[in-house]
């Protein structure tokens, strides 16, 4: 089975695109989608997809700018640009940062079929690495070690599990699994609670949402809110006329 | 009539070419001075010289007069020494027959006497009896009864012994050549009762007379005797050019005839103690009348006029007409369409800065062609811009993926009002040709866009309107509203992740229509707000819009933007009514 992850920020799009490619069930399963590529790095390492199929026209980070970002740091990932323009200039970007194939729009169910055939070749599937878990005593101060680096960098939007764990020198899923057991909080959920409470003392202030998304390291402030939401239990806009708790 | 030549003779003038202008202005000064000059000269000339010869006429008269009366007493002289001579009152003193010796030695004594003088004819000797004695020269006819007359005589008597001096002896001597003589008369007294005792007549060749003016001849002028009735004594032919002349009771008097360059002077002159009138008749002669400097240094000042007018000329067509005819020659390539600079090098005058001015004026005018060609081309790129932002694929093809998912999705009905509104929007938005529609058809096509975005963006705007249904008729170049509406959009209401409002208003304020797009999106910063008219990425849209709109109108005041960061941003597009 084949992990499909849909990014576009046009729910229209992701739902019409999710729609045909179910009809590729059970080969291909649509694991996830995002509205941004803010939300996607947010949300990759929970979905962990095979393919991502990443709009390449989407406001605060764009499907090249993420798309770079994230073959550097997922190398077995494959990624399809969707695109309503077929230029040069955008295939050579495109190919250019290793992009393994692009889809134009409108999307056409052939050209699907035939592009995810193509892509689901190149796909090395590892073994699921089933490391031991015996957690030394060494990885303690090393979470003590993330938690300070979430705590400073968590204005960086580009941050996520698999690049804190790049950087300290762990296995993604490993250091999810070792973080968990340390603290009892998922790093993702550790790293969201940082920049919601910031979010929330900025709220108090008064300032604007998009303001404060920015701040906090999500641009995106549509998902920004969403998260917000879901953390508060009120949307930000309530905070702002209410500010309490 | 006069006035029509004149009016002709203008026309024709103006319409020459400018060198021919000072060739033909030059030559007509050449002209007028030369004949200025000329009877200026003339006159002042013609005056002084006929002073000058009347004078100088009189003169001359004179001067024949005086020789003639020289001769004559000469002559007189003679007739005296005869008179005196022993033998001559001898044979008039004593009875003596013809043949006799007193006849004899009196001949002899009138030949020795006479002999040493000129002009001698004949003399005659007469007694009281009227015999005679003579010598003569040719043939004479001697008519004595015409002596014997008592006019005749009286006259000489009269005299008392001073010569009577008569043209042919009044007709009493005659020669047979026909040649008129000079007749000196005169009593001979006894020297010593003082009682006449005979006559004694010389008669001389008129070769005296000629003689007496021989010297004055030529030069155009011309002498004639006349008697006292003015009857030529050679001819008998009478002088007419003496008709002109006032015959006064003066001894000389003088006239002019004839035209200018052919005048004569007639005069006439009675020399005193005879009965000849000298008539002169003289051709005037500039040569003579003119002096020979002043005559050079006038012809030389009349050279150095045309030479230096012709200089002038030269210098005019070289420095002037010249340089403006090449210069209008390579200016006439301007004719054929070519803004072309006129490359010549003219002198650093006036027209050298004619010249660099027209050339100056030409830069200007092709930078303001260019100028315009530019602001035209921006025109329409704008306009292509504006349309291909809808026109290429993002916008159609994401409405119709869109529509896709509504078809697999959403009933039947909201499919089927999509793509009418697709259709309309492509039809009012490729709406052929015209670059301008009303107001009315510009918001059909953004409210098509703005329902065709919601679709897309539900969660993200509403839009409002609020118009002036008054105003909807004005005509506005097509698409400026569109690209401000999508401008509020995407880098408006999109980036602020809340739900936001586009509201288009169309009203009337201060004699102009005004239509605000105003969004409460994420506004802009100073900084950005004085940056939205430069060439930026960031003012896409809105800068080419502006400008598509200013150049419409004609006028740079048709906007005014206004922004608070975070909260809202509003264009006022403010067109003429």
């Known amino acids: 089975m084949v992990r499909v992850m849909i990014i576009d920020d046009e729910k229209a799009i992701r739902s019409l695109l999710k729609i045909t490619l179910e009809r590729e069930k059970p080969l291909i399963e649509v694991v996830g989608e995002a509205a941004s590529g803010i939300e996607a790095i947010n949300t990759i390492d929970i979905y962990k997809p095979d393919i991502a199929f990443v709009d390449i026209k989407m406001p605060f ?60 070749g190149q796909i090395k599937k590892q073994p699921e690495s089933d490391e031991s878990c015996d957690f030394t005593a060494d990885d303690g101060s090393s979470v003590a070690r993330i938690k300070d680096y979430i705590a400073c960098n968590y204005r960086d939007p580009e941050i996520n599990l698999t690049s804190i764990a790049q950087k300290f020198g762990f296995n993604a899923s490993y250091l999810s699994r070792l973080f968990k057991q340390k603290t009892g909080t998922g790093l993702n959920d550790f790293l969201l609670k940082c920049r919601m409470e910031k979010a929330i003392s900025y709220a108090r202030t008064g300032t604007l949402m998009y303001v404060t998304a920015n701040e906090v390291g999500i641009p995106d402030p549509n998902y920004f809110g969403k998260c917000f939401k879901k953390y508060t239990g009120k949307a930000y806009s309530e905070y702002l006329k209410n500010p309490v708790g | ?232 004594i050679r001819s008998v032919k009478m002088l007419t050019e003496l008709n002109k002349l006032e015959i006064t009771g003066e001894r000389f008097n003088q006239t002019t005839t004839g035209n200018l360059g052919n005048k004569k002077i007639v005069s006439y002159y009675h020399i005193p103690n005879t009965p000849f009138i000298i008539v002169g008749i003289e051709k005037m002669s500039y040569a003579d009348a003119i002096p020979s400097k002043l005559g050079w240094v006038t012809v030389a000042l009349a050279a150095l006029t045309i030479f230096s007018l012709t200089f002038v000329s030269i210098f005019i067509s070289r420095y002037i007409t010249s340089p403006i005819e090449r210069l209008v020659q390579s200016m006439d390539i301007v004719k054929r369409g070519w803004l072309k600079r006129v490359s010549l090098s003219l002198p650093d005058d006036e027209i050298g800065r004619l010249k660099d001015s027209y050339n100056n004026m030409l830069v200007e005018i092709n930078n303001l062609i260019s100028q315009l060609i530019e602001k035209e081309k921006k025109m329409q790129k704008a306009e292509l811009d504006a349309l291909q932002e809808q026109i290429k694929p993002h916008f159609l093809y994401n409405t119709l993926d869109t529509i896709a998912y509504l078809a697999l999705m959403e009933p039947s009905e909201k499919v089927y009002d999509a793509i009418v509104t697709l259709g309309n929007f492509y039809r009012k938005f490729l709406s052929s040709g015209s670059k301008e529609i009303s107001l009315r058809e510009e918001i059909g096509i953004v409210k098509d866009y703005l329902k065709l975005q919601k679709l897309r963006y539900e969660d993200v705007f509403e839009d409002e309107y609020e118009l002036d249904e008054s105003l909807l008729d004005k005509m506005v170049p097509k698409l400026i509203l569109q690209p401000l509406v999508e401008n509020s959009l995407y880098h408006g209401l999109r980036p602020k992740g809340e739900k936001g409002v586009i509201k288009i208003s169309v009203f009337k304020k201060e004699d102009k229509i005004h239509i605000v797009i105003f969004d409460n999106g994420i506004g802009m910063n100073e900084e950005r707000l004085s940056r939205i008219m430069d060439n930026s990425r960031n003012s896409f849209g809105f800068k080419g819009t502006i400008e598509r709109i200013q150049y419409y109108f004609g006028t740079d005041d048709v906007y005014d933007i206004e922004s608070v960061e975070g909260w809202y941003t509003r264009v006022d597009i403010k067109i003429p009514i």
């Open chain 1, 61 to 120: 980070m764009d499907g090249i700018e993420f798309s770079r970002l994230a073959i550097k740091r997922y190398p077995d990932l494959k990624i399809i640009i969707l695109t309503a323009l077929k230029d040069f200039e955008h295939a050579r970007k495109c190919i250019g940062i290793g992009v393994s194939d692009y889809l134009l729009k409108p999307i056409s169910y052939e050209e699907i079929k035939n592009t995810l055939k193509k892509v689901i």
């Open chain 2, 1 to 232: 009539m006069g006035k029509r030549v004149a009016g002709k003779l203008k026309r024709w003038f103006s319409s020459r070419k400018l060198k021919q202008k000072v060739r033909y202005l030059v030559l007509a000064i050449i002209a007028l001075y030369l004949l200025l000059f000329f009877f200026i000269y003339m006159f002042f000339i013609e005056k002084s010289m006929m002073n000058y010869t009347l004078e100088s006429n009189y003169k001359t008269m004179v001067s024949i007069g005086n020789n003639l009366n020289s001769e004559l007493n000469t002559i007189k002289s003679m007739s005296q020494l005869i008179m005196t001579n022993s033998n001559i009152a001898a044979y008039l003193m004593n009875d003596s027959t013809p043949g006799s010796r007193y006849a004899h030695n009196a001949i002899t004594s009138i030949y020795d006497i006479s002999n040493n003088f000129n002009y001698i004819n004949s003399i005659y000797l007469y007694r009281l009896n009227w015999q005679s004695v003579h010598i003569a020269r040719g043939i004479t006819y001697v008519n004595t009864a015409i002596m014997k007359e008592d006019a005749w005589l009286k006259e000489v008597y009269d005299a008392n012994g001073g010569c009577v001096i008569r043209i042919n002896g009044n007709g009493a001597y005659i020669t047979k050549s026909g040649e008129p003589l000079i007749s000196m008369i005169r009593v001979v007294n006894d020297i010593d009762t003082q009682k006449p005792i005979g006559l004694l007549v010389v008669n001389l060749s008129s070769k005296i007379l000629e003689d007496s003016y021989k010297d004055m001849e030529g030069n155009g002028k011309q002498f004639y005797y006349c008697d006292e009735s003015f009857k030529p």
